[in-house]
């Protein structure tokens, strides 16, 4: 059972929150926006009063990650909106992530100074430089306390590799090499080298008329540096090793489900395409997210999921209106809780869907400003897709399709869950946590 923890309202237009990311120890959050801007909340300590509670999130830095560019060679605007946020784990003090819009990766590094160096013998108090002459002593600098102050600074920008949208990026189990994926490519990037990376993946065809599908999502294996997955808008997910070749075009495993030939319609290739792959933190499960579904898939085994289950299949028949209003073409996420027994994802309506792998038992839950007060328990919601409608249920007909969650993230040890809702952010806890 869920109760409300935190509530953050971000006010400009700009601020539609596009990605959500806990770093490796759960301390830090994480957002980017529509507006190019980094949002990263830190986790209070445990105060004296509270030994069994720890603290809620709080702002900790904001910055402008992106700005909005404009291609001259092809007329074409990029825009500054975060793609992608994705951490790499702690060495030191500092904290640094990865963040991406349509063409770009920044590595950032936030670092925190409580000290100023004060007593230069060159410049003044206000930073100018002093006339040499008039300097008689020497002195030595020191450092005075000052307020805290949190600084965001690009240590390394990785541009000019892609010629369409990136999708994703994925930091390797090396932590030496990240790859970032476009529709058509994926590329290797070392994290010290900005002017040069290795294409792995290419799918272009020689003529664009001949292309029948794209890359949707891509992601590093979380302990074997050589092995990824990439899913594709047909539904399928390739495994491919760099040990290989330098070139993965041939995959080492092909994950596709036969299609019922009594389901198909004319929407069946859209809401098959795959909008979110991801390992389990074990490496032994792949979980992707079609349009209707959330699938689970043993890397033994390539012929079928082992697990599925329903989003929201009740809107199996309003596929028509979803296909005109293009809330069909949504690009849902999925999430891992920490022991790879829970699944999260998002649907309509501000709702928000869990599956219990071992008690197979799902619950659906929803973030609004009506459940955002300090310490509320969030009730189970029901869809009602016809007849008589039971009080404490809502009719599909009244679900609103503007409401939607896209990106969710779950704290890696403990039943803590951020949740996006358009230009909201929530922040759950488990009761028993």
Known sequence: MFFHLDFFHLVRTTDIIST??????????ATGDKGGRVVIFQREQESKNQ???????NVYSTFQSHEP?????????IEEKI?????????????????TNDKTVKLWKVSERDKRPEGYNLKDEEGRLRDPATITTLRVPVLRPMDLMVEATPRRVFANAHTYHI????????????????????????FEITNQSFNIVDIKPANMEELT??????????????????????????LCDMRASALCDRHTKFFEEPEDPSNRSFFSEIISSISDVKFSHSGRYIMTRDYLTVKVWDLNMEN??????????????KLCSLYENDCIFDKFECVWNGSDSVIMTGSYNNFFRMFDRNTKRDVTLEASRENSKPRAILKPRKVCVGGKRRKDEISVDSLDFSKKILHTAWHPSE?????????????????VN
């Open 415 to 431: 039943n803590i869950i951020a949740v996006a809702a358009t230009n909201n952010l929530y922040i759950f806890q488990d009761k």
């Open 83 to 99: 793609n992608k946020i994705r951490w790499l784990p702690q060495q030191n003090a500092a904290y640094f992530l990865l963040s």
């Open 20 to 29: 959500v990311e806990f770093n490796h120890t759960g301390e830090l959050l």
């Open 69 to 77: 560019e404009f291609d001259y060679l092809k007329s074409l605007e």
């Open 167 to 190: 999708n994703s990026i994925s930091v390797n189990s090396d932590y030496e090499t990240y790859m970032s994926a476009d529709d058509l490519r994926i590329n290797l990037w070392n």
């Open 304 to 317: 079928r999921p082992i697990e599925t289950y329903q989003v929201h299949d009740y809107l199996r028949s």
């Open 51 to 57: 030994i069994h509670r720890r603290g809620e999130y």
């Open 213 to 238: 599908e794209v890359i949707t999502a891509a992601e590093f294996h979380p302990h074997h540096c050589n092995t990824f997955v990439y899913s594709s808008s047909k539904g399928t997910i390739r």
